[in-house]
């Protein structure tokens, strides 16, 4: 009979053991949950504001393409003139370098060396 209490005592002891174990484990996955948790509403709020910024560059997107469609061109002769005038400029550009600011005294310009 004393071997059969010295079995008790030993079941008991793995008994208890496991009920820590267990007490434990559940800790732990109570913790991990509550991450969880936290996890995913931050997720969510992430999730929200992507929402928002995105219904945003559409909403913008939407009024940039209203605006080019109702945006009036401009005539044919006008684009052509433009044309041959940045053209033209382009042409006289390196001829006219030399009396950019700082670099000199400009075509025609008259200077005194009398009066200074």
Partial sequence: MASYTHEEFELSQKHEDILGERALLLLHLEAHYEQQKAKTKQQCLM?????????????????????????QLLHPDIINLETHYWASVERKLPEWKQYLPGKGQLPGEIVDHDLA
């Fill in 47 to 71: 999730s929200q504001a992507v929402k928002e910024r995105n219904a945003q560059i559409l909403k913008d997107l939407q009024n940039a393409e209203k605006n080019l469609q109702t945006k």
